[in-house]
Antibody
Framework: EVQLVQSGAEVKKPGESLKISCKGS????????IGWVRQMPGKGLEWMGI????????RYSPSFQGQVTISADKSISTAYLQWSSLKASDTAMYYC????????????WGQGTLVTVSS | QSALTQPPSASGSPGQSVTISCTGT?????????VSWFQQHPGKAPKLMIY???KRPSGVPDRFSGSKSGNTASLTVSGLQAEDEADYYC???????????FGTGTKVTVL
């Protein structure tokens, strides 16, 4: 069974750093892209970027380039999304999802990680 | 890259049909047959319902169908059921520089 399991909810202060994770199982982790999607409270889905764990090829949405870093450790089938200095506006639910290629759909999704940034 | 445009809301009675539009440009929806539709219930992760404009993943009821004309894609839900009440998002491939764009989302209400 394909599963993407994300790390738990986080509460952070502005300026702090954070790294959340997404662990894949039930499929060849290095053969699929992992994408990250933001959903701010009460708002729609926003595509942030993707990584191919097989060779760490990474692409970012222009809206998120320079704001976050996407990485992966294929030895433990885990992708990451990290911030070096959080802002209150980063408060959102973050989802990871996999797809076979950039033209393929996001077919399996993680359960989401809620990040709350508040002083 | 701007979000694809969807109507904020749509509704129908049980058994009726509802159609949701998703309007983009020739650089995304109109340029490729890589439109997907997702269903999201409150507090849940999105679920893929349609991909490549018209294809249904295994397990998705055939009450859900997709189409496209020019720069606008559409999702039709036939024979509406109470469990179809959810938010629906379209997405499209938009080229190698910024591969993925989502729609603004549509809340479907079953009256």
């Amino acid at each position: 069974e394909v599963q993407l399991v994300q790390s738990g909810a986080e509460v952070k202060k502005p300026g702090e750093s954070l790294k959340i994770s997404c662990k894949g199982s039930g499929y060849s982790f290095t053969s699929y892209w992992i994408g990250w999607v933001r959903q701010m409270p009460g708002k729609g889905l926003e595509w942030m970027g993707i990584i191919y764990p097989g060779d760490s090829d990474t692409r970012y949405s222009p809206s998120f380039q320079g704001q976050v870093t996407i990485s992966a450790d294929k030895s433990i089938s885990t992708a990451y999304l990290q911030w070096s200095s959080l802002k209150a506006s980063d408060t959102a639910m973050y989802y990871c999802a996999r797809h076979l290629g950039v033209t393929y759909p996001l077919d399996y999704w993680g359960q989401g990680t809620l990040v709350t940034v508040s002083s | 890259q701007s979000a694809l445009t969807q109507p904020p809301s749509a509704s129908g009675s049980p058994g009726q049909s509802v159609t949701i539009s998703c309007t983009g440009t020739s650089s995304d929806v109109g340029g490729y047959n890589y439109v997907s539709w997702f269903q999201q219930h409150p507090g849940k992760a999105p679920k893929l319902m349609i991909y490549e404009v018209t294809k249904r993943p295994s397990g998705v009821p055939d009450r859900f169908s997709g189409s496209k004309s020019g720069n606008t894609a559409s999702l039709t839900v036939s024979g509406l059921q109470a469990e179809d009440e959810a938010d629906y998002y379209c997405s499209s491939y938009a080229g190698s520089n910024n591969p993925y764009v989502f729609g603004t989302g549509t809340k479907v209400t079953v009256l």
